[in-house]
């Protein structure tokens, strides 16, 4: 009896087995995904960390308090417009000189690439 029982256990195993592996023979086998790797070329420039951004407003904010500080120009009435980080100044003072160290002055400022000095000398 228990050569059968053994017998019994021995085919229900191969059984078990064979069926297992026709059930995974029947399956198509899935393939794996595969990986793609995306490369994006990004040519657009970063600003670096720390680094300030300088608007036209800015620039004409600080080339506007440093005229403010200066004696000379502080007297007088000079326009300050801002494009592309080009400074146009106008208005009067009293000298050629005073005219040159204005526009200095303004050239020195932070973000100004040139400056068109449309200062005029008061006769």
């Known amino acids: 009896m228990l050569k059968r029982f053994a017998a019994a256990v021995a085919c229900a195993s191969f059984a078990l087995v064979t069926s297992g592996s026709l059930a995974a023979q029947d399956k198509p086998k899935e393939k794996p995904k595969e990986t793609t790797i995306v490369i994006k070329d990004d ?4 600003i670096k960390k720390g680094a300030k951004v300088v608007t036209d407003a800015s620039i004409t904010t600080a080339v506007k308090t440093r ?3 200066d004696k000379v120009a502080r007297g007088t009435s ?5 494009k592309d980080g ?5 208005g009067t003072v ?3 000189a005073d005219k040159l160290r204005i526009g200095r002055l303004v050239d020195k400022t932070t973000g ?11 006769a």
């Not at 000079?78 to 801002?82: A, M, S």
């Not at 080009?86 to 106008?90: A, D, E, F, L, R």
């Not at 100004?112 to 008061?122: C, H």
């Open 43 to 46: 040519a657009t420039p970063k």
């Open 67 to 69: 005229l403010m500080k």
């Open 78 to 82: 000079i326009d300050v417009e801002t």
């Open 86 to 90: 080009v400074v146009t100044i106008s």
């Open 94 to 96: 009293p000298t050629a």
């Open 112 to 122: 100004v690439k040139s400056v068109v000095n449309n200062l005029t000398v008061k």
